[in-house]
């Protein structure tokens, strides 16, 4: 059954660093979401991408964020200029076209990244 | 904008038993509602998800959930609970018009013991 895949499962980097978090998306899906969640809370949804552009993205999602479909099957989250708030569990999901708030996101298994 | 409220952040139950994880939901506007489950270390699953028509969804591995238009609530429900039902559960919800972004609540921890 396809899947979403991330890497790296775990990131521990420095304050000031900038990270990539990467993901691979179900090959014939269309839209692809980066949620967060910061332990012990409740996820968080950060940008939604389609059409090579984003579509909505969260008051979250400032200046420090960006992301990228740099070929046809990767899709990226960068953080700039990481700071200790940045630590959490990010997901990446992606769906089909379709029924738009309707159809299913399939979800990978996340990245957690530390920031000391 | 919308909201998802789960009250319960742990919920221990007996193997076999019945349970019910409750959400409830505040919205402006029409919206699809889900649940989803995350097993230890993975990511998150679809278990069901009310779109229209019946109220009543069954999903996956036994649950079903009821949507409650009136108390805008969206309680999941199992009648026999297993070991391997151990897990966290999210209530979220989408906006109809939307690109399908998902809000979560803050999740339920089911915890099944033998």
């Known amino acids: 059954e396809p899947e979403v895949t991330q890497t790296p499962s775990h990131q521990v980097t420095q304050m000031g660093q900038e990270v990539i978090l990467r993901c691979v998306p179900i090959?014939?899906?269309?839209?692809f979401y980066w949620y967060r969640q910061i332990l012990g809370q409740k996820v968080e949804f950060l940008v939604s991408?389609?059409?090579?552009?984003?579509?909505?993205k969260s008051e979250i999602f400032d200046d420090q964020f960006s992301v990228e479909r740099p070929d046809g099957s990767n899709f990226t989250l960068k953080i700039r200029s990481t700071k200790l708030e940045d630590s959490a569990m990010y997901f990446c999901?992606?769906?089909?076209?379709?029924?738009?708030?309707?159809?299913?996101?399939?979800f990978g298994p996340g990245t957690r990244l530390l920031v000391l | 904008a919308q909201s998802v409220t789960q009250l319960d952040s742990q919920v221990p139950v007996f193997e076999e038993a019945p349970v019910e994880l409750r959400c409830n939901y505040s919205?402006?506007?029409?919206?699809?509602l889900f649940w989803y489950v995350q097993y230890p270390n993975q990511g998150l699953q679809l278990l069901l998800k009310?779109?229209?028509?019946?109220?009543l969804v069954k999903g996956i591995n036994g649950f079903e959930a009821e949507f409650n238009k009136s108390q805008t609530s969206f309680h999941l429900r199992k009648p026999s609970v297993h070991i391997s039902d151990t897990a966290e559960y999210f209530c979220?919800?989408?906006?109809?018009?939307?690109?399908?972004?998902?809000?979560f609540g803050k999740g339920t921890k089911l915890s099944v013991k033998p």
């Open positions: 009310y779109l229209s028509g019946s109220t």
């Open positions: 991408f389609y059409n090579n552009e984003i579509s909505e």
């Open positions: 979220a919800v989408s906006d109809r018009g939307s690109q399908g972004n998902l809000i």
């Open positions: 919205s402006s506007v029409s919206v699809y």
């Open positions: 999901a992606s769906r089909a076209s379709g029924l738009a708030g309707g159809e299913t996101q399939y």
């Open positions: 090959s014939n899906h269309l839209y």
